[in-house]
């Protein structure tokens, strides 16, 4: 029987089922004499350090086994032991309600999650699972319930849960489990991003596979397409394992392109970037072969926490990056793109109708200019120290950037005048995610040093079609020819300036655009860390020549349907 959920972690594995059902904690809330709220505090106080010493060592594990980045989330988690917001609520429950702290706990939880749940922002939602994760932990603690999925399996399994957290991830044993599918999650949850560093094949929000399967069934895992089989035939078995066997020989194939140029065929030279989050992500950037940053959202330092980073603290995170990316390979940074779905909370802004079309990202920004100041100056210092870019997000006008540049401008001075370091000859650029801006890319040109085209915003205000809106998904199309036509006409304005053009929007990393933006002059392409070696191994088979033609007549054609068969047909399929 074929299921299908969605490709967290690619790879295929053909393997027994064990299903472990959604664990329930037994407790109940009860009300405490008032003598015994010191000691329920204590005990609570208790659980908290045991939680957190427990985190320290799952941090130290994972960034020995798995990498930086990973153990960076249960820094996270020990920072919602540490946050005075949620373990001071706890605290005031069992004091103010004379609660037990289970109960506490919980209810504490149960809020924090709700208000995340509800924000628009993947990211938040995310962290909602983290703080799922964290209480967890407590309650296991305050009843001294031992841990988690430290199964003694047998043999190796495809493992089935209802969601994995990400402690419950860091610690799988890699030589037992070799695949996973849950009924929750989505692409990119905590563990479906460790799932692919761990390169641990997973499907995931499958919604009732844990009803579906039982322990000892047998089922493959396609992470490639996002299938679930149950209970295949001997047939389908075969056929897998041949799969199987094409996919490892390939990934062993893209593994030795690590240290490779970017060239085409016929040595065409373009740059593979990577999009970043946080300091940590560029080690594994470097690690899968990119060449560069062509994205750093800035908006991830200023996310859960509860007042601004200080340029210091900003500072030390730019130049960690620029350090680790050394001089030769270049580090986009982007200004703050906060304001649309992306909410800090202790930047209380009012609630807009229309947050996608409101006050965000520069417009803030050249509103707020203290706060944009703070990051230019971390930005200029850091620049002393690698090869560091500015990049403004959602410049709609010219009198926009000309603004920004004048607030950099004076940054400058400023910096001059203190005698600190940074970069003279630094490049500023910004991002194509507005229709306007695309429309007057030849005069923006002329100003700005660079264009990064952003395809995650731009294809939703050019097809006026929300990208969260499941109804109007068919509108939201990369392929569509509009959408097409207008990356030609930016890459082509910025080329007549003498102007290099990147793109950073999930598009880059698609493998039937890389052909049609390739054709197109496209000059960096930014993607997630995990998808460059495939495209550089794609890249080396292409032909730059003949996608100038076929590019060209890519522009010609109908709809995006039209256009993704003729590159299937054309290019792809006779590589
Ligand atoms: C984009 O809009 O394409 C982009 C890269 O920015 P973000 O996804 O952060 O809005
Ligand atoms: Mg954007």
Redesign the pocket.
Known sequence: MLRKGIAAAPGIVIGRAVVKAEETLHYDRHTLDPDQVGAELDRFRASVKAADHDLEQIKEKTRREIGEGEARIFEAHQLFLQDPEFVGSIEAKIESERVNAEAAVQEVRDSFVAIFESMDDEYMRERAADLRDVSQRLLKKLLGVHDELQADFAEPVVLVVHDLTPSDTAQLDRDKVKGFITNIGGRTSHSAIMARTMEIPAVVGMSDITERLQTGDLVIVDGLQGEVHIRPDQALVETYEEKRLAYEKQKADWARLVHEESVTADGHRVELAANIGNPQDAVQALENGAEGIG?F?TEFLYMGRDSFPSEEEQFAAYKAVAETMGQDRPVVIRTL?IGGDKELPYLDLPKELNPFLGYRAIRLCLDRVDLFKTQLRALLRASAYGNVKIMYPMIATLAELRRANQILNEVKAELRSQNIAFNEELEVGI?I?IPAAALVADQLAKEADFFSI?????IQYVMAADRMNEQVSYLYDPYNPAILRLIHQVIKAAHQEGKWVGM??EMAGEELAIPILLGFGLDEFSMSATSILRARHLLKKLDYQSLQQISQHVLSLESGEEIKAYIQESVLNKL
């Open positions: 994205l959202r793109d991002m995610e952003g395809t995650n915003d731009l950073c929007g």
